[in-house]
């Protein structure tokens, strides 16, 4: 069985940096985009951002120039920079995979994390 497992969320202030990891665990086949999705409670669960196997990227508008994702040196596997955080950037932070970067965008990976929390706070 596939499973994505995410590390590194956390409480960070304002202004303040962290790094999210993303792990697979299992045999997958066949993805082509990796990346994150967040949940802030009380809103809809949306797409942060990801990576395809060709290396094109793409990001939220909130988030784009502060947060960064890279592919891992084990294979499936992503991380997720968070530079100069917000406390609007409180949410669960989930990872995910897909077959195809469309999917992506369509808020439908075929694969998902069970959530790392992170806080922004003072």
């Known amino acids: 069985q596939v499973q994505l497992v995410e590390s590194g969320g956390g409480l960070v202030q304002p202004g303040g940096s962290l790094r999210l990891s993303c792990a697979t665990s299992?045999?997958?086949?066949?993805?082509?985009?990796m990346g994150w999705y967040r949940q802030a409670p009380g809103k809809q669960r949306e797409m942060v951002g990801f990576i395809t196997n060709g290396g094109t990227t793409n990001y939220a508008d909130s988030v784009q120039g502060r947060f960064f994702v890279s592919r891992g040196i084990a294979k499936n596997t992503v991380n997720l920079q968070m530079n100069s955080l917000k406390p609007e950037d409180t949410a669960v932070y989930y990872c995910?995979?897909?077959?195809?970067?469309?999917?992506?965008?369509?808020?439908?990976?075929?694969?998902w994390g069970q959530g790392t929390q992170v806080t922004v706070s003072s």
């Open positions: 299992g045999t997958i086949l066949g993805i082509n985009a």
């Open positions: 995910a995979a897909a077959s195809w970067s469309s999917r992506f965008l369509a808020g439908a990976p075929d694969y």
